[in-house]
């Protein structure tokens, strides 16, 4: 069974840029897919981005496109997500999540970090 600690969150004002990170437990193989997910107080967890582990293609949600990167390091089993041109809407807690499949509808979930943003 994987688990996942996510780092990296905390206080940032508009326009800024911070780094998360993920470390996995147990092996990755290459059929995973790690992504990043974030809820705000009082809306749904929504995806932010993805990435497979084996061929290290990316996915974004649109409103992140262009300014975060989703990268991966296999020796350090763990994924991050860079955030640049920070927007108090980025504001939530993200979530690390690992499945097999960009559905994550069976994914392991990580504790999730608080990202604020203030304008």
């Known amino acids: 069974q994987v688990q996942l600690v996510e780092s990296g969150g905390g206080l940032a004002q508009a326009g800024d840029s911070l780094r998360l990170s993920c470390e996995a437990s147990?092996?990755?193989?290459?059929?995973?897919?790690m992504g990043w997910f974030r809820q705000a107080p009082g809306a749904k967890r929504e995806f932010v981005a993805a990435i497979r582990w084996g061929r290290g293609s990316t996915y974004y949600a649109d409103s992140v496109k262009g300014r975060f990167t989703i990268s991966k390091d296999s020796a350090r089993n763990s994924v991050y997500l860079e955030m640049n041109t920070l927007k108090p809407e980025d504001a939530g807690i993200y979530y690390c999540?690992?499945?097999?499949?960009?559905?994550?509808?069976?994914?392991?979930w990580g504790q999730g970090t608080q990202v604020t943003v203030s304008s």
């Open positions: 999540a690992k499945d097999s499949s960009l559905d994550f509808t069976r994914a392991f």
């Open positions: 147990g092996r990755l193989y290459s059929s995973a897919v």
